[in-house]
C-alpha cells in the first residue's frame, strides 16, 4: 500500500519568524516530517496552496477534493488547519466513498517545542492504512467520522458531536 500526503497549510505549517515576530507560511514542514517519521510504505507528497484554514475558500476546498479523487492511492492524509477542517472535511465526505481520507493537523507549530504535529501526523498515516473507507478526522488519539467531529475552541481539542 501507499500513502498520498497533501499539504494545505494551517497551523502545523506555519513558520515563526523571528524578525517580524509573526507565524506565516514559507516551505512545508512535511518533507521533514515524512524523512523523521521513517514511514516504511511508500509515500507521495503533494503541497497545494499553504493557507491558514480561516482563509480557505470553497475553490480551495474544491481543489483538494480534485487532487483526492486524482490520486493514484487509496489512503490519503491531508494536513489542514484546524478551524474549518470540519467544513473540507465535509465537502470531502459527500463527494468521496471510494477512498480512505484523514485530516489531520496541529494546535501548535510542527517547529514549536511541545507541538502536537509529529504525533498527529504518525497517528493520522496509521489510521489512513486501516480503516475502511470514508473520510476522517484524526486529531491527538482520536478519530472522527467527518459528519461527528466539531472542534471545541475553549478547550482546544476535537469532540464527537
Not at 514559507?26 to 518533507?31: I, T
Not at 475502511?132 to 486529531?139: D, E, F, K, L, T
Not at 491527538?140 to 469532540?159: D, H, L, Q
Amino acid at each position: 500500500m501507499s500513502l498520498r500526503i497533501i499539504a494545505t497549510g494551517g497551523t502545523f505549517d506555519k513558520h515563526y519568524d523571528e524578525i517580524a515576530g509573526q507565524l506565516g507560511f514559507g516551505e512545508s514542514h512535511l518533507p521533514d516530517v515524512i524523512a523523521r517519521a521513517r514511514i516504511t510504505t511508500e509515500v507521495s507528497l503533494e503541497t497545494l496552496r499553504l493557507l491558514d484554514s480561516l482563509e480557505m475558500q470553497d475553490g480551495d476546498r474544491q481543489r483538494v477534493l480534485q487532487a483526492c479523487q486524482a490520486s493514484a492511492q487509496q489512503a490519503i492524509v491531508i494536513i489542514h488547519g484546524t478551524d474549518t477542517m470540519q467544513q473540507t472535511a465535509q465537502v470531502l465526505g459527500q463527494a468521496l466513498t471510494d477512498k480512505t481520507v484523514v485530516l489531520t493537523g496541529a494546535m501548535i507549530p510542527y517547529e514549536i517545542a511541545n507541538s502536537d504535529a509529529f504525533f498527529n501526523f504518525g497517528f493520522a498515516c496509521g489510521v489512513a492504512q486501516v480503516l475502511p473507507p470514508g473520510v476522517y478526522v484524526a486529531m491527538n488519539g482520536r478519530i472522527f467520522a467527518w459528519n461527528k467531529v466539531a472542534k471545541n475552541r475553549s478547550a482546544g481539542v476535537f469532540e464527537p458531536i
